[in-house]
Each structure stands twice: as structure tokens, then as C-alpha cells.
């Protein structure tokens, strides 16, 4: 009989550090529920390079997070697709500048609810799932979450509300299912308004002196997710040393 394999649903899958988590989380054997909102060719191209290397292995899931009563489907379409559900990685995330004096409620609650609200609503609707499998969560947190950045007020607070909850979900629902996260420092430069002379600052005060890539967060990712048996609440900074301040 064939032991089936773990299934993972991933948020924000289609791109950066989400597409690394993801082709990683295969690698190690895991089916996939890729979520996606708008990078639906990014998310396509995804599924067709990791069903190449594994056929029936993928599921696209297109929503809008910011709509929390859809947030249970996901969890159902999972289930429904792959019968089982192992792990939840909330990694989809929103970012932008929220200066003091120009911040709207508007764009608290999209940061709120990106990185806040949503992975806290769609823990619940896999808890039950998580539980039956002793399964694990995993958070896509921030550096940011412990030391302020400068005209990131709103980001920072949805990110500290993130690493609270995965503190509070590892202890509610352990002992089944361990939650822990990832504090990412700098690893992928904005898309767009990228300072040159901001990226050297941030690598001059990172002990390593360079920036990570999606790769190691990924393999941090896969160890938090399928190998730490006896670790939960913890809050793992995958920084080169940025929280140093040097």
C-alpha cells in the first residue's frame, strides 16, 4: 500500500519567496495547494515546471485573502483535491510605506488584514484539518516585526500581530500541530522604489554583508515545516545578522 504523501497549502505561492517555499516543500515530498491572487501566469508556469517533475502533485487555488469568508474554502478545496491537509504556510504578505501624518485607514486595513487578519482566519479553518494529521504551520513574519523601520509603522505592527499569533496558535493547539515562523531580513528588494543607497545601508548593518536569497528562507521553510519535530513558538530569524545592528 502506498504511504500518501503530506500536502501543503501555500499562500502567495506564485512568486518570490512563495514559489521558493513551495518547489522546495515538493522537493521534500509534499503535494501542493498553490494559492495565488492576481500572478495567475506566474502560478501557472509554477504548477506546469513541478507537475513535470511529479504529475498530480499541484493544485492552483485563485483568491482575493482580503476575503475572509472564502478563506475556509481554501482549506476545503485542499482537502477535497488531496483528501488530507499537513501544513499551512501563510506567506502571502502586502508592503508599502504608511507615513505618519499620510497614513489612511484605508491602507491599515490592507496591511492589517494581509498579514494579520487573513493567516489568522485561514489557522482556523485548517486547525481541525492540521490536528487530524499533526500537522504544522508555518509563518512568513519579519525582522520588522522586532525593530521598526522608518515610515513602516502599519507593517511593522501587522507583522508583530503576526508573530503573537504564532506564539499564541503554538500554544493552543499543541499538542497536535506545531506553529512556528520565519523573520526574513533582507532577501528580495522591493519591485518597485528600490533605493540604492537604502540597500547598501541595510547591507552595511547585516553581519554577513550580503542579502539571502528565497532559497534559504525556503530551506529554513522545509525544516520548520517537515524536520523540527520538537520545535514550536519559535520565531526564527533567517536575517545574516541584520537583527545584530551592526
Not at 522546495?24 to 517533475?53: C, I, K, M, V
Not at 540604492?196 to 553581519?207: Q, W
Request: glycine share 6%; net charge neutral.
Amino acid at each position: 500500500m502506498t504511504t500518501p504523501r503530506p500536502v501543503a497549502l501555500v499562500t502567495g505561492a506564485a512568486r518570490r519567496i512563495g514559489a521558493a517555499i513551495a518547489t522546495a516543500l515538493h522537493a521534500a515530498g509534499y503535494d501542493l495547494a498553490l494559492h495565488f491572487h492576481r500572478s495567475a501566469s506566474e502560478a501557472s508556469a509554477l504548477q506546469d515546471a513541478l507537475e513535470a517533475r511529479r504529475r498530480h502533485s499541484t493544485a492552483l487555488l485563485q483568491a482575493d485573502l482580503s476575503d475572509t469568508a472564502r478563506l475556509p474554502s481554501l482549506v476545503e478545496r485542499t482537502v477535497v483535491r488531496f483528501g488530507r491537509l499537513d501544513a499551512l504556510v501563510n506567506n502571502a504578505s502586502a508592503f508599502f510605506p504608511t507615513p505618519i501624518g499620510e497614513s489612511t485607514e484605508a491602507m491599515w486595513d490592507a496591511l492589517m488584514g494581509a498579514n494579520a487578519k487573513a493567516p489568522f482566519f485561514l489557522s482556523q479553518a485548517a486547525a481541525f484539518y492540521l490536528r487530524e494529521s499533526r500537522g504544522a504551520i508555518l509563518n512568513l513574519s519579519d525582522v520588522y516585526a522586532e525593530r521598526p523601520r522608518e515610515r513602516h509603522a502599519v507593517y511593522c505592527m501587522s507583522k508583530a500581530a503576526l508573530s503573537m499569533m504564532t506564539l499564541a496558535l503554538a500554544r493552543e493547539l499543541a499538542p497536535e500541530v506545531r506553529v512556528n515562523a520565519i523573520a526574513p531580513g533582507a532577501i528580495l528588494w522591493p519591485e518597485a522604489g528600490d533605493d540604492p543607497e537604502l540597500r547598501a545601508s541595510v547591507i552595511a548593518r547585516t553581519a554577513l554583508g550580503r542579502t539571502g536569497t528565497a532559497a534559504e528562507i525556503a530551506e529554513a521553510a522545509v525544516f520548520l515545516v517537515d524536520a523540527a519535530s520538537y520545535t514550536t513558538g519559535q520565531v526564527l530569524r533567517v536575517d545574516g545578522g541584520r537583527w545584530l545592528e551592526i
